[in-house]
């Protein structure tokens, strides 16, 4: 992890390590055919919640005491007999929902390198991209059945193994729980319920209901791969001098590669005489705030800018200091300001849009809140997914017995208002998001800006 992700002043995403949290990946084989002993189990779950209240400075913030009480006595029962790794990973996993925060959850890795292996040996996974709500419906994203609700598969509801997974997911909502799982859906299925080489699925659309039966797919899904620069990154000039900036991370291994792309898209920006400036973070599960502090507010800010207001932490091991010591629960107010460069010749005058949606998380969510607050922008689009007061500063604590890791957060950042309400992020233009045409809300929204 990034040094920046320890500071108040800089949330690093933890989203794609929090995909790895919620799969529910066997354990190499040799861990995965030994048992764990009763006594191993429970020495495990005493050192989860030791670490818990060791490093997180207000455990019962996002789910009370009580609560989490009553979910550690249920899983010390359940810890009472042999378990392998993938036993005990899908019982300590029902804390994730629980913990009600993107940034807390318990994990096993290795996903794609299992993934690899299993494509390589032959094996194959579920053959469609879906999108799954909080209640557990699915529809099918791409492809000729595009649109379609799986009802059923190989004969199980629907329904029933969304809600299995979802009890195990991580994530601030039960709306952003869905939204993870549909990211990832193919590897859940697999893990939960093996990889059949055939498929039946009872469908329903348009009021008409069939069944067919489709192959397992044997191609790596694109999601296994680190996505190109290209993939994260467009830029695009739009009808009635609008332009689309979409950045769907805030993180890349050369981030002067990022500046050098943002710089040109402001080039063409104020050569082209844009007005309506859109950046879409839809997708984007944040990463390093440096990233958006060099690479956008010199082009959009005109007053003086920071990432959050208030905000409290815990002083852990390696992070106390003359006046902070080791276990101190710290109240204080945020002092790092981003300058506005009022000479930039490429600074953007005109109207800018901040789409966000169901992937907007972490860092992203702390550019969404500095655009909100300080007036740089409106956001568009759909409302009730992420918190604006973002944990962060995580710490990854190994469980020795289980081979398993828990990740927790060290403080609580407040957005730069101070104001923790409305509690989620809330669009100053609510427009529809279709997952079946990411262009629709873009659509829409030149649509309600033309005279």
Aim: charged fraction near 20%; hydrophobic fraction near 45%; proline fraction near 7%.
């Amino acid at each position: 992890m990034s040094n920046n992700h320890e500071r108040p002043d800089a949330v690093r995403s933890i989203l794609n390590t929090l995909f790895v949290a919620v799969c529910l990946l066997a354990a190499p084989a040799r861990a995965a055919d030994t048992p764990i002993a009763p006594d191993a189990l429970q020495a495990d779950l005493r050192l989860l919640r030791a670490e818990i209240e060791r490093i997180h400075p207000e455990p019962g913030l996002f789910v009370s005491r009580e609560t989490l009480r009553l979910a550690y006595e249920r899983i010390e029962a359940q810890f009472r007999q042999p378990m392998q790794r993938s036993q005990a990973w899908r019982t300590l996993a029902t804390l994730n929902p629980l913990f009600a925060d993107g940034h807390m959850f318990v994990t096993q890795p290795d996903w794609r390198a299992a993934t690899r292996a299993h494509v390589a040996a032959g094996g194959v996974l579920f053959p469609y991209e879906v999108q799954i709500d909080a209640a557990g419906a699915m529809t099918i994203l791409a492809g000729e059945l595009a649109g379609a609700r799986i009802e059923r598969i190989n004969g199980v509801p629907a329904e029933r193994v969304a809600r299995e997974l979802l009890d195990l997911m991580a994530g601030d909502t039960p709306a952003l729980q869905a939204n993870l799982l549909s990211r990832r859906f193919w590897l859940y299925y697999w893990q939960a319920y093996g990889a059949p080489q055939r498929f039946e699925l009872a469908l329903g659309q348009g009021g008409q209901s069939r069944t067919v039966t489709v192959a397992g797919s044997a191609a790596l899904p694109s999601s296994v791969a680190e996505p190109t620069f290209a993939q994260t990154y467009g830029f695009e000039l739009l009808p009635d001098k609008a332009a689309l900036l979409t950045i769907n991370q805030f993180q890349w291994p050369d981030p002067q590669a990022f500046y050098d792309f943002t710089n040109d898209a402001f080039t063409k920006i104020h050569a082209a005489g844009v007005t309506t400036l859109i950046i879409d973070v839809r997708g984007n599960t944040g990463g390093n705030d440096d990233m958006w502090k060099s690479g956008i507010l010199p082009y959009v800010a005109d007053k003086p800018a920071r990432n959050g207001s208030s905000y409290i932490k815990k002083v852990i091991a390696g992070r106390a200091s003359g006046t902070e010591k080791v276990g101190d629960v710290v109240h204080g107010f945020g002092d790092t300001w981003v300058a506005p460069q009022p000479d930039n010749p490429l600074r953007f005058t005109g109207t800018t849009y901040v789409l966000v949606g169901r992937l907007t998380y972490s860092s992203a969510v702390l550019f969404s809140n500095v655009m909100q607050d300080f007036g740089f922008a409106k956001l568009v689009g759909a409302r009730g997914y992420a918190r604006t007061r973002q944990t962060g500063g995580v710490v990854g604590v190994s469980l020795p017995n289980t081979g398993l890791e828990i990740t927790i957060p060290r403080f609580v950042l407040d957005r730069p208002s101070g104001s923790r309400e409305a509690a989620l992020v809330h669009p100053d233009i609510v427009l529809p998001d279709s997952p079946l045409d990411r262009r629709q809300t873009i659509d829409a929204l030149l649509a309600r800006l033309r005279p």
